[in-house]
């Protein structure tokens, strides 16, 4: 009867095994099944992505639509715009974020844990509530339709400062003061020996703050009046409303708007899993 057990044990376990990668499989699909489909009708001529019922596979593959978009939009342009504003304001935000989470992490100070419940407060307030506030300040700043109106309110994460601040947990502290006792001065501790160490956290920070930048569509809407400072995902509305009809050129011009997220998730997603498994060790 033992054996007979320890027989049906594992093989309750690969078949357990065999219907999760088969359920992750039909779920890939799943997920996976609009953007191909964006793609494959972005290849097809502008008759067959019209065609009732349409086709799977493009009988005549194409690169028209993309050519259309190249020349006959400033895409080049608002791709510019889009580099500038997601580049910035993912430096910006990996600085201040280190440099958060590094001093509320190992400073002491007066008030520090109240400061601290007040900035992760501030992850459950959606943004349009703070909508209003922000376009003021930003008018107030004569910061309204110029790039710096989508960079100076992103400047600061209470998300990227509360996964820093759990890795920086986790440095010795007898290691800093080493450092102190030899003379380092505090910035340069933080640069020389905090920041080597946040690998995994600023990559996985940088990806996250690089695709909701990339992304960000409210606030340029709000933000942004000239064609000439609209970023992609503004963009595109401007030109789905123009080109309606078009489905092979609109939907190239969003294969190139998501290729640098494909490109930025691929290349970081091996460093996620091991950021918030750390990020959970320390409280």
Avoid: C
């Avoid at 609009?34 to 097809?44: A, D, E, F, V």
């Avoid at 006959?72 to 430096?91: D, K």
């Avoid at 001093?103 to 007066?110: D, R, V, W």
Wanted: hydrophobic content about 55%.
């Amino acid at each position: 009867m033992a054996i007979a057990t320890s027989r049906a044990g594992p093989r309750r376990a690969g078949a357990g095994t065999v219907l999760l990668y088969l359920a992750l499989s039909l779920g890939a699909v799943l997920m996976m099944a609009p953007l191909l489909q964006m793609i494959l009708t972005s290849i097809k001529p502008a008759s067959e992505a019209l065609r009732i019922p349409p086709t799977i596979l493009p009988d005549r593959p194409t690169l028209n639509a993309y050519s259309t978009v190249l020349t006959g939009a400033p895409f080049m342009t608002w791709f510019r715009n889009s580099m500038i504003v997601t580049l910035s304001v993912t430096a910006l935000t990996l600085f201040t974020s280190s440099l958060g989470g590094y001093i509320f992490a190992k400073f002491e100070f007066p008030g520090r844990g109240l400061l601290f419940t007040l900035l992760l407060a501030t992850l459950m307030v959606p943004f349009p509530v703070i909508l209003v506030p922000v376009y003021l300040i930003a008018n107030q700043l004569h910061l309204l339709n110029t790039l710096f109106a989508l960079i100076v309110p992103s400047m600061v994460s209470a998300f990227g400062i509360f996964l820093v601040r759990q890795f920086v947990a986790a440095i010795p502290n007898d290691l800093i003061e080493a450092a102190r006792l030899d003379g380092a001065a505090e910035f340069r501790i933080y640069w020389w020996l905090i920041l080597p160490q946040l690998g995994p956290a600023l990559a996985t920070l940088g990806t996250f703050t690089f695709m909701a930048s990339w992304n960000d569509y409210l606030w340029p809407l709000v933000a942004i009046n000239d064609q000439d400072r609209m970023t992609l995902p503004l963009a595109l509305t401007f030109f789905n409303s123009a080109h309606h009809t078009r489905y092979d050129l609109v939907l190239a011009a969003a294969t190139m708007i998501i290729l640098p997220i494909i490109i930025v998730f691929l290349f970081f997603q091996r460093y996620f899993i091991n950021a918030f498994t750390m990020s959970g060790l320390k409280g």
